[in-house]
């Protein structure tokens, strides 16, 4: 049985506040607050530098998370690197990839700019950016992308879960598409990971990014990019923690995944969200994931009561809800929001313009849950979308 209300106690700022933002980022469990905070108490040292007992321990920890992480998502260790967020994942295979001029890349109108922004800037190297549409719900469908696919395609790009109409793809269908063409295939699992059972080991996927400071409820400024033939990535950063040997004419690359974590990493963060993806475990994404379908499918039903509000998104979708209020400015509406009823929605274009412009607009209201979302406050969401909803009419 899923108990909502003992999940909560470990999210105390959940006492003060309604958070319907999880999108953008999730509340913590104290859990891994307590987990960074030990690291800083009792053995901060810096990663894989030294001989001495901290850095030997912060070592040994960094790399538990490490096996937690992939573990967690069902991905070798050895291939999957610390980042500092999706975004940074994602610009790391843009910028390592071997790219040729009239290379092509298929991507879709509904991406976050993180997964089209990376892709659209390498056509100042000559490389072609393919970009297909989506239905009035956001579904790309995997027929348009497999028609797209040209001989010159290298690499399709396309994110699990929009992160404005909330429409889930079928990744699996298009990861079989790849494979059948000898095209890389890349997802952007930010809004699903930790959210949606997805076996990724049995998805033919070259490249997985994703934060770790959403679904997987660890620390911002962690991240992770699972490469599956890594010896392939150019790395985009080197110096220090990335090389093996060195002279004043050359340097030869150190293991994987060292080679492509540059630099003293996020260390607490990474911690951080190794203890965080064992508290989604003890809690089961499955059990996870019906609740967050509950709780969605709450939200359309409670808010398409309201006549003055137009949903947007598929019936089918993960968990956010993006909507408007006749004749209210988004941003307008999330004000008044947080100040009558401290409730914390996102407002705005989400990083998703195309996605919007799709639809004709340029900004709605979302409302976003995760593991601690309960449907009373749906409730609360629903009754002041009403008040203001009539208040403007
Ligand atoms: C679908 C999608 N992709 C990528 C990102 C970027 O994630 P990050 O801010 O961790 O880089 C987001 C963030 O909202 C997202 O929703």
């Known amino acids: 049985m899923y108990d909502v209300y003992s999940i909560r106690e470990d999210f105390p700022v ?108 390498l056509r100042e190297k000559g490389v072609e950016v393919t970009i297909v549409d989506s239905d009035d719900k956001g579904i790309v469908s995997p027929a348009s992308i497999e028609e797209a696919i040209t001989e010159r395609t290298r690499l399709i790009a396309i994110g699990h879960v929009s992160n404005f109409f909330g429409s889930v793809q079928d990744i699996k269908s298009i990861s079989k598409i790849a494979k059948k063409h000898g095209v890389k295939f890349l997802v952007d699992a930010a809004q699903s990971a930790g959210e949606m059972q997805i076996d990724f080991r049995g998805l033919d996927i ?106 947007y998104g598929p019936e089918n979708r993960g968990s956010l809800v993006s909507f408007n209020v006749r004749n209210v400015n988004p941003h307008d509406a999330a004000m008044i929001l947080d100040e009558t009823k401290k409730i914390c929605v996102r407002s705005g274009q989400h990083c998703a313009q195309t996605a919007l412009a799709r639809l004709c607009i340029s900004g709605s209201i979302r409302a976003s849950f995760g593991c601690y979302t309960t449907m009373e406050e749906i409730d609360a969401l629903a009754e002041s979308v009403e008040m203001i909803a009539k208040a403007f009419s």
């Open 206 to 311: 070259d490249f997985l990014c994703l934060p770790g400071h959403k679904g997987l409820l660890g620390p911002q400024g962690t991240g992770i990019l699972y490469i599956r033939e890594p010896e392939r990535l150019s790395p985009v950063y080197v110096g220090g923690g990335t090389i093996k040997t060195v002279t004043l004419d050359e340097f030869s690359f150190d293991e994987i995944p060292s080679r492509f974590e540059y630099g003293t990493p996020n260390i607490p963060g990474v911690i951080g969200l190794g203890r965080a993806v064992n508290y989604v475990k003890d809690i089961g994404v499955e059990s996870i994931e019906s609740h967050l379908k509950a709780v969605s499918g709450y939200c359309v039903k409670r808010l398409s009561e309201i006549p003055q509000v137009e949903i």
């Open 14 to 121: 959940l006492r003060e506040v309604i958070y319907l933002d999880s999108a953008a980022t999730s509340q913590k469990p104290v859990q891994v607050a307590d987990a960074v905070s030990e690291y800083f108490k009792r053995y901060c040292g810096n990663y894989g530098r030294g001989a001495h007992r901290l850095s030997k321990m912060t070592t040994e920890k960094y790399e538990d998370a490490r096996e937690d992480v992939a573990s967690f998502l069902g991905l070798p260790a050895k291939k999957s690197i610390f980042t500092r967020n999706a975004t940074e994942s994602i610009n790391m295979v843009a910028l390592g990839m071997d790219w040729k001029k009239g290379d092509n890349i298929i991507t879709a109108v509904v991406e976050h700019h993180s997964n089209l922004l990376p892709w659209i800037r």
